[in-house]
Every structure is written in C-alpha cells, then in structure tokens.
C-alpha cells in the first residue's frame, strides 16, 4: 500500500516497520513535537537522542499510543495507528523504570501479555522459558522481580515485551538507573539482542554514547524537532546544525565572525581576536556574519615545536593550563595567547605524555576539522 | 555517672508508657475477663465459673445479636469498600495538585464533626417528617409519608457513612504510591481495564484494602451510636446490649461476658486480616 | 483508567457522576443539619417556615438559642474541661513516647509498641467498661479498706478524662513519633558541640523542631476528645460533656437548637481540622 510522506514523495517500500508523518503534538500552547517526519526499516535499531525535555518521550509515547498527536499520521507496517489504542498496538515499550510488576513472579511477569490474549496456561509456560533463555535468564519464572539485579531486570523488561513479537519495540532511556559499569555492559548487550531478536528498536536517551553505541541510525532532537537524521558516524562527523555539533560528542565552540571569503575558505576573526582558516562546503556565509565554530578535541594536535607544521593548518602558541589524567580518553586544557581555553585529546603515547601545567606547546589543526554554523540569533 | 543519669531518663520516659498502658489498658482487661467469670450468687457473694458465657450461648436473643452485629458489620465494610474504592481510585489516580487536595480534604471534613452530628443529619433526611420523604411527596413519587428510619438499611447507610473515610485514605495512599508506568505497562502488553485492575491495581492496594477493611469492621462493630439512633430502640446491636446490662441492668458480670465476647470477636477478625494478608499490626495500623 | 489511557466517553462520564454522587452522599447530613438551623420552625424538618436567628440568639420560650440554653452552655464548658486535660495528658505522654521509641533502644520494645497500638483496635464501648470495672473494684477494695469515699473512681470527669486519654494517647505518640523520626540527630550533636547542655540543647533544638507535630496532635485530641461518645458514654457521671448532653436530647425529641450547636461543632471541627492538616506543612 502506497503511503505519503511529508516530503510528498509516495514510499511503497514495506521494508518501513515504522513512519511517523508530519507529526505535532500541542500541549496547551506549548509545541512538544513540531512536524516530525521520519521512517525506521525493518529490523533496524534507531535511537532518538535529545536534552531531556526536548519532546523525546512525547514522541515514543505517541508511538505507544499514550499520547495522541494534534496532527499528522504515525503507521506501522503501512497501517495507521491514529485512533487504536495502546493495548491494541502491535508496539511494545520498555519502560523509563522498567514498571515490571512487583506482585507477580518473574514468570507472570512475562506471560501477562500472553494472558491478554488468552494463550494457553501449558503454551504460556512454554513460551515464558523460551523467551526467558533466549534473554540468558533461564529457570527464573518462579522468582520474585526484587530478587534480580538490575541487568536482569532489564533483560526480563525485554522478554516481557518480546514474547508478544511486536513489530516495534520502544524503549524509553531504560539504562538510565544503571550504574555507569552495567551501563556499559547492557549497551553491548541491547545491541546484540536486537540483532538476536531481530526486531526493529526505538530507543530514546539523552545520553550521546548510548545512541552511538547502539544504533543503525540517530534522530538527534531538540525544542521539538529534529535537527538531523543519520548513522552514528555520519552525525558525529558531519553535524548540520550547530545544536547537533555541540551536543553529539564533546567540542571546542569558538565565537567568531567571518572576515574573508575565498571559496569555500573562510577566514575567520574569533571575538577574542584569533585568525583561523575553515573549510566549509556549500555555505552560504557571508563578510561580517557572525559564526560559531566547533572543533573536536581530537582534530587538535600538539607538538612542542613549530617545526614541520604545514603552513596550511592554524596554529598557535598556548600554555598548558591543566593536565586532565583519564586513562585513553585524557585530555589538555591549553590558554592561546588571546586568553581562550581549548580542550585537547591528549594521546598517552609518545613524548607528550610528560606534559605538565605552565609547559608551552603549539595547537594545530586543519581548517577541514572544524566545522562552521551561523551563530543564532539572540 | 554519665551512664546513670542517662539510665534514669530512659526509666523516667518509660515511667508514663509503662503506667498509661498497665493501669488503663492491660489490668481493666484483666479485672474484665475476671468479672465476667464471676457469677453473683446473693449479695455481694461471688463464685468463679463461666456462668455468664453459658448465659450468652443459652439465650437466642444474646447469641443472634451478635450474630447480626457480626454479619452486618461484614456487610458494611464490603459496601465501604466497593463504593470507596472508585472515590480512592479517583482521588489517587485521575487527579492532581489542587483538585486532588481539595477531593481529599473534602472527604475528610465530614469525620472531624461528631458522629452524633453526623447521625443526626441523617435522622432529618430519613425520618417521615423529614427531608427525603417530603421531597418525594412534593415531586409526587408517593402519595403519602413514608418512615426510612428504624429499620436494617438506615443502619447500613449509616455505618457506611461513619467509617467510609476510615477506607478511603489508606486506599488512597496505597493506590498513590501505585506507578503510573505499571498500568501503561499492562495497558502495552495487551491488557484491558479489567484484567489491570484485577491482576495489577487490586494486588497493589491490597495492604490498604486490608487496613481500611480492619479498621471499618471495627468500628461498626463498637458502633452504638448509629444502630440506635437510626435502628431504633429494637435495632439489636450487640454494643447496646453491653451497654443495657451494665447501666440499666446494673447487671456487670454478664455485661463484662458480652463486652469479652466483642472484644474477643474483633481482635479474632483483626488477627486473621493481618495473617491473610500477611501484614503486621504496626505496618497497618501505625500509618492510621 | 489514568489520564493518558484512552477511554470511552461514556465511561468517562458516568465515572463522574458516580464520584460527584458521591460526595453529595458526603455532604448531604452536615448540609441539612446547617440549613434547619436557620428554619423558623420548633422541628428541625421540613416544611421551611422562614429563616430565623432565633435557635443562636433567642431568650423567649420555645425559641431558646444556644448561648441562652444553660444545659448546653454548661455541656460545651464540661467537654471543654476534659477536652483540655485529655489533649495536655495526651501531648506530654506522646511526646515522652516518642523519645522513647525513637531514640532508646531496650529489650521488649517491639512488644511494648504493639501494646501501645493495643488501644486502636479496642472498640470504645469496651475501654469504656474495662476502665469502669477496674475503677470500681479498685474502689470498693479501697472503702472496705479504709471506710472513706473515694469518688474519684466513681462514673465521672476524672473517669471520662482517664478513659479518653487511654486511646487519644496513641494517635498523639504516633505524629509525634513520625516527626522526630525526621529529626536529623546530627543537629543536635552540632549543638552539643557549640557548647549546649543536653537539657539546653532538647529545649532549643528538638523541641522546636518538634512544635508543629505537638501543636497539631494537640490540635486532633481536642477534636477526638470532644466528639467522642462510646467510651464516654460509658464513664459519665452527672456533668455529661456535650454528645452525652446532645445525645440524650435527642431521645427525647429534637429541636433546632440541637441543629445550633451542631453548626457550630461543624463550623469549629473544620478550622480545628484543617488547622492540624496545614500547620504542621506550613513549618516544614
């Protein structure tokens, strides 16, 4: 069956387990979700990731069918689901807190939604311990929920949802009471029951390396919209919007304003009087507009003398400022000479390891590492 | 010397605990359960037997009593809970802030006025005279007065209104405490309202069902107010036949027996509550 | 079900009426004993003959108001006496509890506290009579004994007095036990350490922090005392206090002057009742 899209273009591709057009949600007169418009393909794990409060979970809860959209149309497997409600919808979710029912066993737990249906008691049993093993908890279905840890907590969470086989399984940031080691461990374990279950996954966080970790494909959300749509490499390398530049991974932002323009070489003046040199494709920036630069830690190197850098990169003179020791991921804080502060990947290989506070060092990087925004209006 | 006088602080905080509940509550028992097995064998002579229990058990009217005291207190408190359930739900689960504030506190203002207020206004509303039959006289339901006092369901409305509050906030703290996640969960997997309420809310607030049951069955048991004023002088309520032998019957070896046998009736129901339930007496009744 | 599950209209609407039903049931009582106050009539029933003050204020037969009817006036003085002592008792012995339960810990103390709920789950009639019982044959031993009078543990204030507090005291030790269960003891030490004296430190620190539970259990055993009837009943001597009074006028017929008192018993319970819910919140 041919559907639309907000794009206007007719998709009969039935490879989309989930479309969501041009779908609003007004809360009286504040908009939680603005004209969103996406697809999730069959089988695949597709993560919403935004700041909390950036109508995330209004979204997932309008796919639940906890929610109703103010307008727009929400199909899964090509069939609308305005109007059906949340016990009729073949979605199921994992809750923020799990909600598995503490007045009933391990076992209950998991076949309540087969007793909705009114399966069989000896298939429902059945069904239960597959399911449960398939999850790697076998022989638990007599057991108290309070009696799990919270890996397994999650693990029965999934089970419960998964012995229905729904087309999508909607997940609302459940990793969030974790702790950061089990976190972890059930990012690897999420992906790889996904890939087990073979089910399509919409997954919402907040957290940035959940999302990268996870996922086919990233929405990154904000202020009810979608900024950018795309695979985890894609978003964290080439960002489109300002938002998703800062949000997704960490950078350096500089203020600056455009001072020439050769090209798609931009010079560029930082507010704190720094020229630098950005490659930018296909911008349409202008003399005299003000731009917000982002910069990886990583697109940053350093070395102790100006000697061999290519005068094609930017480079400056700084004073370290801070060491910050984290094993692989340590990092530099350096001062340039106009007083800015830059955070850089420090790699513990090689001679820099040595480095210490008041050392001086140069910063160097290549104008094709940054990326370049106009600045918002205030 | 620190150690001393810390030990005479603790003895002189034990001192009131220790006097209130010995010389108030545990020896009244006492000297209770003693008057009931003393039977009066002429003036002032007293024998030790269980005479006045016999006397219960050989009199109809006295064991019926009881009997009916028993059942329709059963009654009253399975009418309490089904008609305060719905309200309990309500309050919790389908309000917020200020409204949810003002449903409670709206609830709870009728049990800060005396029973015999309240009592009172419902002898206005039943009797022949009164509110409820004038008003259906006027718009022509009957033709003429009719009498809604003295009989067993103004007793039963009664009951039901004195004690309903006493099911309605421990419903309404339990159904609280309920996460809203857990019914969308069910809602999720497929359920429908009736398979929620039986398998996810009902186990849920089954604490508050069995406290706010306890406690409602006591209080119509000990009732006396309610059974005699809207029952009339036959309501046959076990409390005031205690109280017939003790004040009008000056009859206290007998009336002692009655009062055990209430006493012994409602502690046996409290205890089996709490072990269904599997619930202890300070859990149910400390959050009162 | 909850707010974001649809539900039939229909539903939706009938669980309404049922819930707004609900609370005319709860309101209907106090609403019609308030408005026959005001009727101009000897019957607190209807018909309505017109509005009148005369059941608060009248002097002239039948039409006496409540500040004019001596019985009453005199019945409102007596439930205050007890009232007071009963809430004082009540207070001071709660509070000592509380310490006792929060702060001590001694072999028997679960025992001791299920016999402190004891009284919760004895109905009132039975207190009433256990207490009467124990208090004449304490009595009668003691006249033989001596051959005085002892009139104290005759039916009387004393007696309704003893009888109240026996299980008011319960509900006092129970607020005031949750509040200073909330206490964190850490500010006690801190005030120790400034130099306080132990005694100092209970009176300038605990005691304070303690206020709005005492105040609002203060507050409920004044309520309870006052409207409380079976025990009571049981104990009552000549001075009847209020519900004994409104009680036996009621058997022998009602008069609006009953509906009177009860406006004003409604009236003050409220602001008691919400004072007790509210001050303790407004503290803290």
């Given at each position: 069956m041919p559907f639309f899209t907000s794009r206007g273009c007719i998709l009969s591709d039935p490879t989309h387990d989930l479309v969501c057009s041009d779908l609003m949600k007004d809360f009286d007169g504040f908009r939680a979700v603005d004209h969103v418009s996406f697809e999730v393909p069959k089988g695949s794990f597709f993560s919403i990731l935004g700041p909390s409060g950036c109508g995330k979970t209004t979204l997932l809860r309008m796919i639940a069918g906890f929610q109703s959209p103010t307008t727009g149309d929400l199909l899964i497997k090509g069939k609308s689901m305005i109007g059906v409600p949340p016990?009729?919808?073949?979605?199921?979710?994992?809750?923020?807190?799990?909600?598995?029912?503490?007045?009933m066993s391990i076992g209950d737990n998991v076949g309540f939604g087969l007793r909705q249906r009114g399966v069989a008691r000896a298939d429902i049993a059945r069904r239960v311990d597959e399911v449960l093993d398939r999850v790697g908890l076998p022989g638990v279905s007599t057991r108290r929920i309070d009696q799990l840890s919270g890996g397994q907590k999650q693990r029965v969470a999934i089970a419960r949802c998964m012995i229905l086989e729904p087309d999508v399984l909607l997940l609302?940031?459940?990793?969030?009471?974790?702790?950061?080691?089990?976190?972890?461990?059930?990012?690897?374990?999420?992906?790889?029951?996904?890939?087990?279950?073979?089910?399509?996954?919409?997954?919402?966080?907040?957290?940035?390396?959940?999302?990268?970790?996870?996922?086919?494909?990233?929405?990154?959300?904000?202020?009810?919209?979608?900024?950018?749509?795309?695979?985890?490499h894609e978003v964290y390398h080439n960002p489109q919007t300002a938002f998703v530049a800062g949000f997704v991974g960490d950078a350096n932002k500089i203020d600056a304003k455009v001072s020439a323009v050769n090209g798609t070489r931009l010079t560029l003046t930082s507010s704190a009087g720094t020229e630098m040199k950005v490659e930018e494709t296909g911008s349409s920036l202008m003399v005299g507009q003000a731009v917000q630069v982002f910069l990886r830690?990583?697109?940053?190197?350093?070395?102790?003398?100006?000697?061999?850098?290519?005068?094609?990169?930017?480079?400056?003179?700084?004073?370290?400022?801070?060491?910050?020791?984290?094993?692989?991921?340590?990092?530099?804080?350096?001062?340039?000479?106009?007083?800015?502060?830059?955070?850089?990947?420090?790699?513990?290989?090689?001679?820099?390891?040595?480095?210490?506070?008041?050392?001086?060092?140069?910063?160097?990087?290549?104008?094709?590492?940054?990326?370049?925004?106009?600045?918002?209006?205030? | 010397m620190r150690s001393d006088a810390s030990k005479l602080g603790f003895y002189l905080l034990l001192a009131p605990i220790v006097l209130w509940l010995l010389v108030l509550i545990i020896l009244p028992h006492v000297g209770l359960f003693i008057v009931s097995i003393s039977e009066k064998i002429g003036p002032r002579i007293y024998e030790t037997g269980f005479g006045n229990y016999a006397t219960f058990f050989g009199e109809p009217l006295y064991w019926r009593t009881f009997a009916r005291t028993a059942i329709m207190s059963i009654l009253a408190t399975a009418l309490t809970l089904i008609l305060g359930f719905p309200i309990a739900y309500y309050i919790a689960k389908l309000t917020r802030g200020r409204t949810k504030t003002t449903l409670f506190l709206m609830c709870m203002i009728?049990?800060?006025?005396?029973?015999?207020?309240?009592?009172?206004?419902?002898?206005?509303?039943?009797?022949?005279?009164?509110?409820?039959?004038?008003?259906?006289?006027?718009?022509?339901?009957?033709?003429?007065?009719?009498?809604?006092?003295?009989?067993?369901?103004?007793?039963?409305?009664?009951?039901?209104?004195?004690?309903?509050?006493?099911?309605?906030?421990?419903?309404?703290?339990?159904?609280?405490?309920?996460?809203?996640s857990l019914i969308e969960a069910g809602y999720d997997l497929g359920g429908t309202t009736t398979s929620i309420l039986r398998e996810i809310v009902i186990p849920h607030a089954m604490p508050g069902i069995v406290s706010g049951c306890i406690v409602?069955?006591?209080?119509?048991?000990g009732n006396y107010l309610t059974p005699i004023l809207l029952g009339g002088k036959d309501s046959l309520w076990f409390t005031g036949m205690i109280y017939n032998q003790f004040i009008t019957r000056f009859n206290w070896e007998l009336g002692s027996a009655l009062g055990f046998l209430l006493l012994a009736l409602s502690s046996a129901i409290v205890f089996l509550g709490l072990k269904l339930s599997k619930q202890s007496l300070s859990n149910t009744m400390g959050r009162a | 079900m909850i707010p974001t599950i649809p539900q039939p209209r229909f539903t939706k609407w009938c669980y309404r009426a049922y819930v707004t039903a609900f609370f005319v049931y709860l309101a209907l009582p106090l609403t019609v004993v308030c408005v026959f106050a005001f009727n101009d009539s000897v019957f607190p029933s209807p018909p309505w003959e017109g509005f009148t003050l005369a059941w608060f204020f009248g002097t002239e037969a039948p039409y006496i108001g409540v500040f004019h009817e001596r019985s009453i006036l005199r019945a409102i003085g007596t439930s205050a006496f007890v009232a007071l002592w009963v809430s004082g008792?009540?207070?001071?012995?709660?509070?000592?509890?509380?310490?006792?339960?929060?702060?001590?810990?001694?072999?028997?103390?679960?025992?001791?506290?299920?016999?402190?709920?004891?009284?919760?789950?004895?109905?009132?009639?039975?207190?009433?009579?256990?207490?009467?019982?124990?208090?004449?044959?304490?009595?009668n031993t003691l006249e033989d004994a001596t051959g005085l009078w002892f009139d104290g543990l005759r039916p009387g204030l004393p007696l309704v007095i003893l009888g109240q507090f026996s299980f008011i005291t319960t509900f006092a030790t129970l607020v005031i036990t949750a509040r200073l269960q909330k206490f964190d003891p850490s500010l006690e030490e801190a005030a120790l350490n400034l130099g306080a004296t132990?005694?100092?430190?209970?009176?300038?620190?605990?005691?304070?922090?303690?206020?709005?539970?005492?105040?609002?259990?203060?507050?409920?055993?004044?309520?309870?005392?006052?409207?409380?009837?079976?025990?009571?009943?049981?104990?009552?001597?000549?001075?009847?206090?209020?519900?004994?009074?409104?009680?036996?006028?009621?058997?022998?017929?009602?008069?609006?002057?009953?509906?009177?008192?009860?406006?004003?018993?409604?009236?003050?319970?409220?602001v008691l009742g919400l004072f007790s819910l509210f001050f303790p919140q407004s503290k803290s």
């Amino acid at each position: 069956m041919p559907f639309f899209t907000s794009r206007g273009c007719i998709l009969s591709d039935p490879t989309h387990d989930l479309v969501c057009s041009d779908l609003m949600k007004d809360f009286d007169g504040f908009r939680a979700v603005d004209h969103v418009s996406f697809e999730v393909p069959k089988g695949s794990f597709f993560s919403i990731l935004g700041p909390s409060g950036c109508g995330k979970t209004t979204l997932l809860r309008m796919i639940a069918g906890f929610q109703s959209p103010t307008t727009g149309d929400l199909l899964i497997k090509g069939k609308s689901m305005i109007g059906v409600p949340p016990n009729k919808r073949p979605v199921s979710m994992v809750f923020q807190h799990l909600a598995l029912f503490p007045t009933m066993s391990i076992g209950d737990n998991v076949g309540f939604g087969l007793r909705q249906r009114g399966v069989a008691r000896a298939d429902i049993a059945r069904r239960v311990d597959e399911v449960l093993d398939r999850v790697g908890l076998p022989g638990v279905s007599t057991r108290r929920i309070d009696q799990l840890s919270g890996g397994q907590k999650q693990r029965v969470a999934i089970a419960r949802c998964m012995i229905l086989e729904p087309d999508v399984l909607l997940l609302d940031e459940p990793l969030g009471a974790l702790d950061l080691k089990l976190r972890e461990h059930m990012k690897v374990e999420l992906k790889s029951l996904q890939a087990a279950f073979d089910t399509t996954f919409v997954y919402i966080t907040h957290d940035q390396s959940e999302a990268l970790v996870m996922s086919d494909n990233i929405a990154v959300m904000n202020q009810g919209r979608f900024e950018q749509v795309g695979a985890p490499h894609e978003v964290y390398h080439n960002p489109q919007t300002a938002f998703v530049a800062g949000f997704v991974g960490d950078a350096n932002k500089i203020d600056a304003k455009v001072s020439a323009v050769n090209g798609t070489r931009l010079t560029l003046t930082s507010s704190a009087g720094t020229e630098m040199k950005v490659e930018e494709t296909g911008s349409s920036l202008m003399v005299g507009q003000a731009v917000q630069v982002f910069l990886r830690p990583e697109a940053i190197e350093l070395s102790k003398s100006k000697d061999g850098i290519e005068d094609e990169l930017n480079v400056s003179r700084c004073t370290v400022n801070a060491v910050l020791f984290n094993g692989s991921n340590s990092s530099v804080m350096v001062r340039d000479k106009a007083g800015s502060l830059f955070s850089v990947a420090l790699p513990q290989t090689g001679s820099l390891a040595d480095l210490r506070e008041g050392d001086e060092v140069f910063t160097c990087w290549r104008p094709q590492k940054a990326r370049c925004y106009p600045a918002p209006e205030v | 010397m620190r150690s001393d006088a810390s030990k005479l602080g603790f003895y002189l905080l034990l001192a009131p605990i220790v006097l209130w509940l010995l010389v108030l509550i545990i020896l009244p028992h006492v000297g209770l359960f003693i008057v009931s097995i003393s039977e009066k064998i002429g003036p002032r002579i007293y024998e030790t037997g269980f005479g006045n229990y016999a006397t219960f058990f050989g009199e109809p009217l006295y064991w019926r009593t009881f009997a009916r005291t028993a059942i329709m207190s059963i009654l009253a408190t399975a009418l309490t809970l089904i008609l305060g359930f719905p309200i309990a739900y309500y309050i919790a689960k389908l309000t917020r802030g200020r409204t949810k504030t003002t449903l409670f506190l709206m609830c709870m203002i009728p049990f800060w006025v005396s029973e015999l207020v309240r009592t009172f206004g419902w002898m206005i509303l039943l009797r022949e005279t009164g509110v409820i039959s004038t008003t259906l006289q006027i718009i022509g339901v009957i033709s003429g007065p009719i009498e809604l006092l003295y009989n067993d369901a103004a007793i039963m409305v009664g009951l039901v209104y004195t004690s309903i509050l006493f099911m309605v906030v421990p419903l309404v703290t339990t159904l609280d405490s309920l996460d809203d996640s857990l019914i969308e969960a069910g809602y999720d997997l497929g359920g429908t309202t009736t398979s929620i309420l039986r398998e996810i809310v009902i186990p849920h607030a089954m604490p508050g069902i069995v406290s706010g049951c306890i406690v409602v069955f006591m209080l119509s048991l000990g009732n006396y107010l309610t059974p005699i004023l809207l029952g009339g002088k036959d309501s046959l309520w076990f409390t005031g036949m205690i109280y017939n032998q003790f004040i009008t019957r000056f009859n206290w070896e007998l009336g002692s027996a009655l009062g055990f046998l209430l006493l012994a009736l409602s502690s046996a129901i409290v205890f089996l509550g709490l072990k269904l339930s599997k619930q202890s007496l300070s859990n149910t009744m400390g959050r009162a | 079900m909850i707010p974001t599950i649809p539900q039939p209209r229909f539903t939706k609407w009938c669980y309404r009426a049922y819930v707004t039903a609900f609370f005319v049931y709860l309101a209907l009582p106090l609403t019609v004993v308030c408005v026959f106050a005001f009727n101009d009539s000897v019957f607190p029933s209807p018909p309505w003959e017109g509005f009148t003050l005369a059941w608060f204020f009248g002097t002239e037969a039948p039409y006496i108001g409540v500040f004019h009817e001596r019985s009453i006036l005199r019945a409102i003085g007596t439930s205050a006496f007890v009232a007071l002592w009963v809430s004082g008792l009540a207070v001071a012995v709660g509070t000592c509890n509380a310490f006792l339960f929060v702060r001590h810990e001694f072999r028997g103390k679960a025992l001791l506290y299920m016999l402190m709920l004891l009284p919760l789950i004895i109905p009132g009639v039975i207190l009433g009579i256990s207490i009467l019982v124990f208090s004449s044959a304490i009595a009668n031993t003691l006249e033989d004994a001596t051959g005085l009078w002892f009139d104290g543990l005759r039916p009387g204030l004393p007696l309704v007095i003893l009888g109240q507090f026996s299980f008011i005291t319960t509900f006092a030790t129970l607020v005031i036990t949750a509040r200073l269960q909330k206490f964190d003891p850490s500010l006690e030490e801190a005030a120790l350490n400034l130099g306080a004296t132990k005694l100092g430190t209970i009176r300038q620190i605990t005691l304070p922090f303690l206020m709005p539970a005492i105040l609002a259990s203060a507050v409920v055993s004044v309520l309870m005392s006052f409207e409380n009837f079976n025990t009571t009943l049981m104990l009552v001597g000549s001075d009847s206090p209020l519900t004994i009074t409104m009680f036996d006028k009621l058997k022998q017929g009602s008069t609006p002057v009953l509906n009177a008192v009860s406006l004003l018993l409604i009236v003050i319970s409220a602001v008691l009742g919400l004072f007790s819910l509210f001050f303790p919140q407004s503290k803290s």
